[in-house]
């Protein structure tokens, strides 16, 4: 049997930490047994931010250290996040977590399940 996955996007680790949440703890809560992976693409935009003067700094900081602390797994993937989650959405059993609205419409145009990170943490 293939494990079931929960892909986080970047905008989700941005959202939640902007809130005080933390998304993977979220993430796990309302999808146990999921396990939880991002592409190399969101640790790679995490870490240009964590270097950068953008308002986003500290919770770039914090996202790259949450994805250590709750031991996700970081996935190859060179190209772009949105397109890297796109092109594998289909090969695997696996629900989507961002607050990338046209991503997200996409996603649902292609009939796969997506989930946002709401102010009050829930996932909708």
């Not at 930490?17 to 993430?27: G, I, M, S, V």
């Not at 308002?55 to 994805?67: D, N, P, S, Y």
């Not at 602390?69 to 696996?94: A, F, M, P, Q, R």
Request: charged content about 25%; overall charge positive; glycine content about 8%.
């Amino acid at each position: 049997m293939m494990m079931k996955l929960a892909i986080l996007d970047t905008s989700s680790i941005l959202f939640g930490l902007a809130n005080n949440l933390d998304p993977f703890e979220r993430l796990r809560e309302s999808f146990p047994g999921y396990k939880i992976v991002v592409s190399q693409g969101v640790v790679r935009e995490l870490a240009e931010m964590s270097g950068s003067r953008k308002k986003e700094k500290v919770q770039a900081k914090i996202g790259l250290a949450l994805i250590k602390k709750h031991l996700v797994t970081v996935l190859k993937g060179e190209e772009y996040v949105d397109s890297w989650i796109l092109g594998n959405v289909k090969k695997w059993d696996c629900i989507v977590c961002t607050n990338d609205v046209g991503l997200k419409q996409k996603l649902k145009a292609m009939g796969s399940k997506a989930v946002s990170l709401s102010r009050s943490g829930m996932l909708r």
